[in-house]
T-cell receptor, first 109, second 115 residues
């Protein structure tokens, strides 16, 4: 069965420091992954997806098949990055998204 | 429109009561999803509709859970004889496009507390 693991429930980083949110997955095929974000008092929304190879709000995520990881990175944290972050993996052959348990990122001013 | 709309935002039910949660998706979105999010957990898939057809209900935890989307727009998630373990935030999302290229647009959720 496929699985998404986010090992850190909480992560605090100083403003201006690099950020790395970890995501590991278990999947037998060739995965396509997503990062979703929930800012305070806002709804869950898409941040970025692997298939688009994009950088959003300074965040990037690289798929590492050898390490089965899709870590989210940003070189210089900003206060507005404080939020809950979820890594998600689509199921092959159906419409489900499997979400990780999330990491709450707090940027310290 | 304003995005995916869910009601009620908060619902308190006594154990054994039936509840109904409503989702109004973004106009024109064919795909509609229900997710359950327990405290401290990520969203977990419940069921999926394409227009009015319920194509996947494999995530519904028991036969007390029932979802419908009769006209391919508004959807209702019904929980019969609620139990304490049903306490969670129920998220509705709609999407245009496919699973890899499309984007899920979530509602604010309905927080259910069963006493």
């Amino acid at each position: 069965a496929q699985r998404v693991t986010q090992p850190e429930k909480l992560l605090s980083v100083f403003k201006g420091a690099p950020v790395e949110l970890k995501c590991n997955y278990s999947y037998s095929g060739s995965p396509e992954l997503f990062w979703y974000v929930q800012y305070s008092r806002q709804r869950l929304q898409l941040l970025l997806r692997h298939i688009s190879r994009e950088s959003i709000k300074g965040f990037t995520a690289d798929l590492n098949k050898g390490e089965t990881s899709f870590h989210l990175k940003k070189p210089f944290a900003q206060e507005e990055d404080s939020a809950m972050y979820y890594c998600a993996l689509p199921n092959f052959g159906n419409e489900k998204l499997t979400f990780g348990t999330g990491t709450r990122l707090t940027i310290i001013p | 429109g304003a995005g995916v709309s869910q009601s009620p935002r908060y619902k308190v039910a006594k154990r054994g009561q039936d509840v109904a949660l409503r989702c109004d998706p973004i106009s024109g979105h064919v795909s509609l999803f229900w997710y359950q999010q327990a405290l401290g957990q990520g969203p977990e898939f419940l069921t999926y509709f394409q227009n009015e057809a319920q194509l996947d209900k494999s995530g519904l935890p028991s036969d007390r859970f029932f979802a419908e989307r009769p006209e391919g727009s508004v959807s209702t998630l019904k929980i019969q004889r609620t139990q304490q373990e049903d306490s969670a935030v129920y998220l509705c999302a709609s999407r245009t496009g496919g699973p890899l290229t499309g984007e899920l647009f979530f509602g604010e959720g309905s927080r259910l507390t069963v006493l």
